[in-house]
């Protein structure tokens, strides 16, 4: 079954500061990726895609991911982070293989950005 | 233009009844999902309607279901409750489908006793 994997299920970082939060998904013939952010008591927003094209995205919130398919991996990267970037972040993947006409979208267990005054 | 809306908010029912949850979708949007967020699971899909026809599902048991309606408001039910059920229920809406943005409601959230 396909699969995608956050390695960090926390990241504490200092204000200002850059942050990369990792994920991997299992290889696809052609695959979609998403991220998205869950702020505390919210439902989810999306801060990124990547379907084709440039392997660099970027997204809102200054927030940027880079497609690297030879290494199966869709980082999620921000220079200089703020408070207000606490939350929780979902990469998503779906795609051929991950079931059904258009794909069983897959998330990752998420990873929790605490940003530290 | 309104968002995703849920009702209700917050739910609490018995192990063995039925519950039924209702998302409205952005006005346009005909493609609606629905997933369901736990501490141990995490993010799970559940299904994805798109004109009132179930396009895919998830890897859930038959004890839940959904519909699309011709508005493309969506229900999910979910039958003989279990503890395991308790969850947030997130609906999610789109134009077309998962390549485009989703946009997320609020959540149901359901307490199984």
């Known amino acids: 079954a396909q699969s995608v994997t956050q390695l960090d299920s926390q990241v504490p970082v200092f204000e200002e500061a850059p942050v990369e939060l990792r994920c991997n998904y299992s290889s696809s013939v052609s695959v979609y990726l998403f991220w998205y952010v869950q702020y505390p008591n919210q439902g989810l927003q999306l801060l990124l895609k990547?379907?084709?094209?440039?392997?660099l995205v970027k997204g809102i919130n200054g927030f940027e991911a880079e497609f690297n398919k030879s290494q199966t991996s869709f980082h999620l990267r921000k220079p200089s982070v703020h408070i207000s970037d606490t939350a929780e972040y979902f990469c998503?993947?779906?795609?051929?293989?991950?079931?059904?006409?258009?794909?069983?979208?897959?998330f990752g267990k998420g990873t929790k950005l605490s940003v530290k005054p | 233009k309104a968002g995703v809306t849920q009702t209700p908010r917050y739910l609490i029912k018995t192990r063995g009844q039925q519950v039924t949850l209702s998302c409205s979708p952005i006005s346009g949007h005909r493609s609606v999902s629905w997933y369901q967020q736990t501490p141990g699971q995490g993010l799970q899909f559940l299904f994805e309607?798109?004109?009132?026809?179930?396009?895919n599902k998830g890897n859930f048991p038959g004890r839940f279901s959904g519909r699309q309606f011709s508005n493309s408001r969506s229900e999910m039910n979910v039958s003989t409750l279990e503890l395991g059920d308790s969850a947030l229920y997130l609906c999610?809406?789109?134009?077309?489908?998962?390549?485009?943005?989703?946009?997320f409601g609020p959540g149901t959230r359901l307490l199984v006793l």
């Open positions: 998503a993947a779906t795609g051929v293989g991950y079931g059904g006409s258009q794909g069983n979208l897959i």
């Open positions: 990547y379907l084709s094209g440039s392997t």
């Open positions: 309607y798109f004109s009132e026809t179930q396009r």
């Open positions: 999610a809406s789109s134009l077309r489908g998962f390549e485009e943005t989703q946009y």
